[in-house]
């Protein structure tokens, strides 16, 4: 009997311990920086590493072909989603290697995928490392480059240059790439379909047909000193027709100028180091401010041909802007930086005319309607509490642009997210507060008295979709987004989305195997 | 002890006749899928079985046991590369009530009137209810809720071993047994029901069970 009691007592404690099978996948179940497109809103889930599309008709899952979806960006007009993406693939050839743990010699392979109507139109292969994309005028092409302000880990497999910039045709996918030096800062396109890349000391422009390399201009002559560009626009002159690029650089109060026409540099002198640079095409005119200087500089663009100190008109301010927000005609000058500044600027381009208003609290950040007619400021406590009710709390202070006068509302908490919207007779700012399970539409013109629209859960942030309505993500793992309509403030929410593939666990993709096997 | 256990066990010297079993039975089948990991550890099943003879030598059993497995996902989550990492969202509760229901024959060896070595192989029906919301209360009123149910259907093989006492009179016997062995089942698969486009279900995954099995026991036969 003795064998008997042995294989049962054998049997009996390997039911009882738990079988440790290896489970690499970690992370939220659903990641609320959604990209909203014009057939819906695409949602990341990085625990199933599935990414999908929700919109009234339900949920669909977008076949990446095994790929791993880390980050979503939308085209500017809605169209299409780019999805940065990774797909492993296992160096070793033995065939039972079905799962990626199983794997020793896994490596990843970096993709770009364009998606339209919740399916795979395009793939490109890009560098692991590219992690920004900005978009041509007409949205054709995107470009892919590495800016190191981005958060996250920069991923490099094997050697890697830095320097790389991808262009991509999105309606067919097709791929270019040209190397700009080191350290890509921003990426410009002219009306005469050339990318302008500014990289550490030097400027490229590549022709959008071609993706060949037009022009690679120097910032110094000195090889051993680095010059880092701080700030760069493109500026147009109405009456020679060329198109210039407009540059700053880190630490230097200098204006560069570069003719992309005739590709000669001009340097001006700003006289202190600008901050931030915008750009008026009504008025063909540009921006400097200065975090360290209580002026703007105004540079006429008909003068560039000829840029000297008198091409530069300043204009005092009470205090400094480090920040230089553009309307149709005219430049909002604020400052986002100082605890201590209060006052927001508007200067009307035409007539050079300065309106002072003056907020409850420092600027966090400032929007102008697109009629052009309010601005909203959400403002925060003083840096010292302040001593009064409002100076220790967040707000709104809301500028009316045509009469010059400015409303600042005291808010019960912190604004998590702010939007506007327009319709034919009025502008509204749509705001979520943290902690609150409530919307509030707030009329510009009269803000005393917002709506109140009833949120189903608390939110995360809101944000304008290419059709008008607002998306408003909330805070539910399980996954819950809601559609709104501003014009009847009537909401239409999604929920637990989030499980899709939940139990899925993802198996090598793209090799011969796994396919047959599926 | 001893003489206290050897009365117990000693019976007249021939087998007790029956024709009904019952028991209370605790036990196991392996859930041999990671995916269980939403979940905390595998805790045992409870239930009862029920047991017709046929021969001397052949029952029918069939049991029922339940269970349930949950778990709070708070305000982090843990990254195999980073470590524990503060989440942006309030976390979500799971839960899952699991029923194993088994039938099938026994065939003892009734070397002594007191004990029993046997070997059993029964099909096996699960049925799993996965329940998660973000408030953990699981009904019409939480704000996301999912209750999502699966069937699967296997086999299990065992070897295990019976304890009888002497019979209680003229109709009963007590016995305790144990049994190990192994099982194996289809996946459960759970889906989203009309929740994607076209109103055609989402995949939600499939969770699976097979691998080892065990049962500890204690009834009375009549």
């Known amino acids: 009997m003795k064998p008997t009691f042995s294989l049962l007592t054998a049997l009996t404690l390997l039911s009882a311990c738990e079988t440790y099978q290896s489970d690499t996948r970690s992370g939220e179940l659903w990641d609320t920086n959604v990209a909203s497109a014009n057939d819906g809103v695409y949602i990341n889930l990085p625990y199933a590493e599935n990414l999908i599309r929700v919109n009234a008709a339900g949920i669909s899952i977008v076949d990446l072909d095994g790929a791993i979806p880390n980050r979503l960006v939308e085209s500017p007009d809605g169209s299409q989603i780019l999805v940065f993406a990774t797909w492993q693939e296992c160096k070793e050839t033995d065939s039972d290697i079905v799962f990626p743990e199983d794997c020793d010699e896994l490596v990843e392979n970096s ?217 149709d005609g005219f430049a909002l000058l604020y400052n986002d930086a100082s605890g201590a500044v209060h006052d927001v600027y508007k200067l009307d381009l035409l007539t050079r005319e300065l309106t002072e208003y003056v907020v409850s609290n420092p600027v966090s950040e400032l929007m102008v309607t697109e009629s052009g007619n309010f601005a909203v400021a959400v403002v925060r406590p003083e840096n010292n509490g302040g001593s009064d009710y409002q100076d220790s709390r967040y707000g709104l202070s809301i500028l009316d642009l045509s009469s010059d006068e400015s409303i600042s509302l005291v808010a019960q908490s912190e604004p998590i997210g702010v939007a506007l919207a327009e319709d034919e007779t009025s502008s509204y700012a749509l705001a979520l507060l943290a902690g609150s399970d409530t919307l509030l539409q707030v009329n510009l013109a009269s803000p005393n008295s917002p709506v109140e629209v009833d949120l189903p859960a608390s939110p995360v942030s809101i944000a304008a979709m290419p059709d008008g309505n607002f998306v408003i993500t909330h805070n539910q793992s399980l996954g819950m987004v809601s559609i709104l309509d501003p014009a009847t403030l009537e909401l239409q929410t999604m929920s637990n989305f989030a499980v899709t593939n939940l139990f899925e666990q993802k198996e090598l993709p793209r090799t011969e195997g796994n396919e047959e096997a599926e | 002890m001893n003489t206290l256990l050897a009365t117990l066990l000693s019976g007249s010297g021939t087998q007790f006749e029956y024709t009904y079993s019952i028991a209370a039975e605790t036990g196991m089948v392996e859930q041999a899928d990671v995916d269980w990991n939403v979940t905390d550890w595998q805790r045992n099943t409870g239930g009862f079985r029920l047991g017709y003879q046929l021969t001397s030598n052949v029952d029918l059993l ?57 070997a059993t192989v029964q099909g096996i029906l699960i049925h799993n209810r996965l329940q998660m919301s973000d408030d953990g209360a699981f009904d019409e009123d939480s704000t996301t809720l999912i209750d999502a149910t699966g069937v699967g259907v296997g086999a299990t093989g065992a070897l295990g071993l019976e304890f009888r006492t002497r019979p209680v009179g003229e109709n009963l016997q007590l016995f305790v047994y144990g049994e190990g062995g192994a099982t194996g089942a289809t996946a459960l698969q759970f889906s989203l029901k009309d929740a994607g486009a076209d109103e055609n279900d989402i995949n939600i995954g499939d969770l699976g069970y097979g691998g080892s099995y065990f049962r500890l026991g204690a009834g009375t036969k009549f």
């Not at chain 1, 890697?160 to 991808?166: C, H, R, T």
């Not at chain 1, 790439?177 to 080191?182: E, H, L, R, T």
């Not at chain 2, 590369?81 to 024959?105: C, F, K, N, Q, R």
Request: proline share 4%; no cysteine; hydrophobic share 40%.
């Open chain 1, 111 to 327: 993709v770009l995928s364009i998606v339209s109507d919740a399916a795979v139109t395009s793939e490109v292969e890009i560098p692991s490392h590219l992690n920004t994309i900005s978009f041509s005028n007409d949205a054709s092409i995107a470009v892919a480059y590495l800016d190191y302000d981005t958060s996250g880990d920069i991923q490099v497999d094997g050697f890697a240059d830095l320097g790389e910039v991808a262009f991509i045709r999105i309606a067919d996918g097709t791929k270019g790439s040209a190397s700009v030096g080191f350290s890509p800062k921003q990426v410009l396109f002219s009306p005469d379909n050339q990318a302008v890349v500014m990289s550490r000391s030097q400027v490229v422009a590549v022709d959008l047909d071609t993706f060949e390399k037009t022009l690679e201009a120097p910032l110094t002559l000195d090889a051993d000193q680095a010059i880092d560009p701080s700030g760069a626009e493109l500026a147009y002159d109405p009456e020679s027709g060329v198109t210039n690029l407009l540059l700053t650089v880190q630490g230097s109060s200098d204006i560069y100028m570069l003719n992309l026409e005739s590709k000669y540099w001009n340097i001006g002198d700003l006289g202190s180091i600008p901050s931030d640079i915008g750009v008026d095409d009504t008025t063909a005119q540009s921006v400097f401010v200065f975090s360290g200087s209580s002026k703007a500089v105004v540079l006429d663009h008909t003068q560039l041909a000829t840029l000297n100190s008198s091409s530069l008109q300043d204009v005092e301010l009470e205090e400094p802007s480090n920040k230089a927000l553009m309307g």
């Open chain 2, 62 to 118: 069939t049991s029922v046991h339940w269970g349930q497995q949950s778990s709070g996902y708070n305000d982090y989550y843990y990254d195999y590369e980073e470590g524990y990492e503060s989440s942006g969202l309030g976390g979500y509760d799971v839960a899952i009530s699991e029923t194993l229901m088994h039938v099938g024959p026994k065939f003892s060896w009734n070397l002594k009137p007191w004990f029993a070595p046997y």
